[in-house]
Every structure is written in C-alpha cells, then in structure tokens.
C-alpha cells in the first residue's frame, strides 16, 4: 500500500505539469530563435523603424499632444506594435504552418497534454513579445532620451492585455486562413493596414474621420493605452481603463471565434 499522502500526491502532480511546461516553452523558444530570419523579422523590425524614424524626424514637435516630440510618440506606439505583432502575426502564421504541416494533429495525439501545449505556446509569445518591450524602452531612454513610463503598473497591464487579447485576435484569423501559403500576405496586409488606420507612422488629429474610424479597433486603444502610460499628452491619466476595456473585448471575441472554428487537422485534407 503507496504510503504517500494525497497532498504529497497532488505536490508531485504539480510539479510535473510544471516541468512539461517549461520543457515545452524551450522548445518553443528553440524554433523560434533558430529561424534566424523570422526572429530577425519579429523582433527587428519595430527596433530598425523606431531608429530609422527617431534619427530622420525625432525631433519635430506635435502640438496636438503638448509640444512633445515625435520620438516620444514613437517609442510607446512601437511598444504597441511589439506587442501586437508577437501575438497577432508572428502566432497566427506559426499556427496555420503547424496545422497544413500536420504538426499540431501529431502533437494532438502525443501524450502531450492539449492545455501544456497552449499554455507553452502563449508564454513563448508572452517572452517574444517582452523582449521587445525591453529594447524598444532602452532604446527609447539611452538613444533618444524618452523617460521611461510614469506608471511602470499601467505600462505591464496594457502589455498583458495586449498579450492576451492580440494572441487570440491571432489564433482566430488563423482558423480563417486557407494554407500557409497565404498566411504570410493575408496576416500581414491586415496587420499594416490596421497599422496605418491607428495612426502609428503619424499622430492622427483629433476628431478627424480617420481617428473616429480607428476608435472601433482595437490597434488604436492598445497604442492610446501605451500612449497614457507615458503620460502622452501631458497631465493626462495613466490609466487607459476605457481602452484596455475595447481591447479585452475584442480578445474575448476572437476567443469565441476561435473556439467555434479552430482546427487541429490540416485543411487541405
């Protein structure tokens, strides 16, 4: 008779599941790192814009938003865009490559268990994404001399929000997407598109159509949440708390979605 107790039982259990997930999240870390292009492409990409816009116009002033200059706009609107593209892109062509080579069907039918493996996959996303916060915010402060946050909390609440809601906005266009072929292009048009309409390569004027228009998507209201968490415009509050609302519900919408039409099997099958 096992002399070992239910709560030495449930320990053991723990901890196990624990070790699956960290075992999974390098292995997530592994291919992603080793595709030395896509890592270049993923993290890069804000890093070289926020340089190359920072050193040709950093410096103009926008009066709209108190006088302040046009790299201190940049850094928290990259930030955003870190964010999002870990989550939205990068994971949604990872996904559709994964589900038309057949390797999410095989990983299904491992011994691995399905919630390991979501969980693994969105903490790999969670770390992408971070790291890209943390050099766009160096970056920002020792290259350009943007302050950092004045609310460090507001900063993480909007990035986790972001994280979350943006990493299922990911799984659900990918159930929309036909083959990995087309991954790539569909993600990325979408993407630069919502991009351009949320005004990240310029600030949008206040109460022009093209800013009325953004305020129903969610890319605007991560950006403007980023933007409050740096106190752009001056004096204004931290706390985005009607923006991170907008976007936790577009998350909670891709999640219903995703559940309705995600699949595990190639299509082309």
């Given at each position: 008779?096992?002399?070992?107790?239910?709560?030495?039982?449930?320990?053991?259990?723990?901890?196990?599941?624990?070790?699956?997930?960290?075992?999974?999240?390098?292995?997530?870390?592994?291919?992603?790192?080793?595709?030395?292009?896509?890592?270049?492409?993923?993290?890069?990409?804000?890093?070289?814009?926020?340089?190359?816009?920072?050193?040709?116009?950093?410096?103009?002033?926008i009066p709209s938003l108190g006088n302040i200059r046009l790299v201190q706009y940049y850094v928290p609107g990259f930030i955003a865009y870190g964010v999002m593209a870990a989550g939205f892109t990068t994971l949604a062509i990872t996904i559709v490559v994964r589900r038309e080579t057949g390797l999410l069907k095989r990983l299904r039918l491992s011994p691995l268990p399905t919630w390991v493996l979501i969980a693994s996959i969105?903490?790999?996303?969670?770390?992408?994404?971070?790291?890209?916060?943390?050099?766009?915010?160096?970056?920002?402060?020792?290259?350009?001399?943007?302050?950092?946050?004045?609310?460090?909390?507001?900063?993480?609440?909007?990035?986790?929000?972001?994280?979350?809601?943006?990493?299922?906005?990911?799984?659900?266009?990918?159930?929309?997407?036909?083959?990995?072929?087309?991954?790539?292009?569909?993600?990325?048009?979408?993407?630069?598109?919502?991009?351009?309409?949320?005004?990240?390569?310029?600030?949008?004027?206040?109460?022009?159509?093209?800013?009325?228009?953004?305020?129903?998507?969610?890319?605007?209201?991560?950006?403007?949440?980023?933007?409050?968490?740096?106190?752009?415009?001056?004096?204004?509050?931290?706390?985005?708390?009607?923006?991170?609302?907008?976007?936790?519900?577009?998350?909670?919408?891709?999640?219903?979605?995703?559940?309705?039409?995600?699949?595990?099997?190639?299509?082309?099958?």
């Amino acid at each position: 008779m096992s002399s070992t107790t239910p709560d030495a039982r449930t320990h053991q259990h723990w901890l196990h599941d624990v070790r699956l997930v960290v075992h999974q999240v390098k292995y997530e870390q592994l291919a992603f790192w080793l595709n030395r292009v896509g890592a270049i492409f993923t993290v890069g990409f804000s890093v070289v814009f926020l340089v190359m816009l920072g050193l040709s116009a950093g410096n103009q002033l926008i009066p709209s938003l108190g006088n302040i200059r046009l790299v201190q706009y940049y850094v928290p609107g990259f930030i955003a865009y870190g964010v999002m593209a870990a989550g939205f892109t990068t994971l949604a062509i990872t996904i559709v490559v994964r589900r038309e080579t057949g390797l999410l069907k095989r990983l299904r039918l491992s011994p691995l268990p399905t919630w390991v493996l979501i969980a693994s996959i969105f903490i790999s996303t969670t770390i992408v994404a971070l790291v890209q916060v943390l050099l766009l915010l160096v970056i920002g402060r020792f290259g350009y001399h943007v302050a950092f946050p004045s609310s460090w909390a507001a900063l993480i609440l909007a990035v986790l929000v972001g994280i979350v809601s943006f990493s299922a906005m990911g799984v659900a266009i990918s159930s929309v997407v036909p083959n990995q072929e087309t991954a790539g292009p569909v993600t990325s048009i979408v993407f630069f598109v919502l991009l351009f309409l949320a005004g990240l390569w310029f600030p949008l004027p206040p109460g022009s159509g093209l800013a009325k228009f953004s305020n129903y998507l969610p890319v605007r209201h991560l950006m403007t949440a980023m933007d409050r968490s740096f106190q752009i415009p001056r004096g204004v509050s931290p706390w985005a708390w009607h923006d991170l609302l907008v976007v936790a519900l577009w998350g909670v919408g891709a999640t219903l979605l995703s559940l309705r039409r995600f699949r595990w099997s190639p299509r082309r099958s």
